[in-house]
């Protein structure tokens, strides 16, 4: 079976900080770990994926996660907010056996001007 | 290339009723899943379809069923509805069944009275 667990249910930054939105896994296979953003009114937008290459994965609009097994973490980050990273965010994760994607509880992130 | 479509946008029904949600994945994808996404929660997964069999099914009861046609889009039906079905029935679909992407469409927003 595998888990999410996204530690913040809401994060507040100023626009211009650095944004740490944070998840841990559990799988019992080795697994793919993927971030989504979901803007109001709209669907879900891929921003990253790990899938066992390079521990530190760079996505789309400045956003990068790096997967630490050791311990089970997949941490998203992001130098210097912008308005528009106001969203939801979405940790994922999936076994290497099936494609049931498990999404984390999620973290909202306000940005404030 | 037009993305993942679902229809409607909106949907009000009420108790004890049935629904039928309809989607249409990006051209040349061949597996279609569906997630159940409640207000204030991440997603849900409800089933996958791959070259019109289904490969997975979440914990929903069988009120929940779908299928895939030979195009690939795929219906999502849910009978007896209930209040606690009220939520964003999204739809994503994918070129292979493990280890690629999902591309989710907007959803359909599903109220119950």
């Known amino acids: 079976a595998q888990s999410v667990t996204q530690l913040d249910s809401h994060v507040s930054v100023s626009e211009g900080t650095p944004v740490l939105l944070r998840c841990n896994y559990s799988s019992s296979y080795s697994p793919s770990l993927f971030w989504y953003v979901q803007h109001p009114n709209k669907g879900l937008q891929l921003l990253l994926k790990y899938t066992s290459a390079a521990t530190l994965v760079k996505g789309i609009n400045g956003f990068e996660a790096e997967f630490k097994k050791s311990e089970t973490s997949f941490h998203l980050t992001k130098p210097s907010a912008h308005m528009s990273d106001a969203a939801e965010y979405f940790c994922?994760?999936?076994?290497?056996?099936?494609?049931?994607?498990?999404f984390g509880a999620g973290t909202t992130v306000t940005v404030r001007a | 290339d037009a993305g993942v479509t679902q229809s409607p946008t909106h949907l009000i029904k009420t108790r004890g009723q049935h629904v039928t949600l309809r989607c249409s994945p990006i051209s040349g994808h061949k597996s279609v899943s569906w997630y159940q996404q409640v207000l204030g929660q991440g997603p849900q997964f409800i089933f996958q379809y791959y070259e019109k069999e289904e490969r997975g099914r979440g914990n929903f009861p069988d009120r929940f069923s779908a299928r895939q046609f030979p195009n690939y889009s795929s219906e999502l039906n849910v009978n007896a509805l209930l209040l606690g079905d009220s939520a964003l029935y999204l739809c994503a679909s994918s070129q292979v069944r493990v280890g690629n992407e999902q591309f989710f469409g907007p959803g359909t927003r599903l109220t119950v009275l």
């Open positions: 994922v994760v999936t076994p290497g056996v099936d494609y049931k994607l498990s």
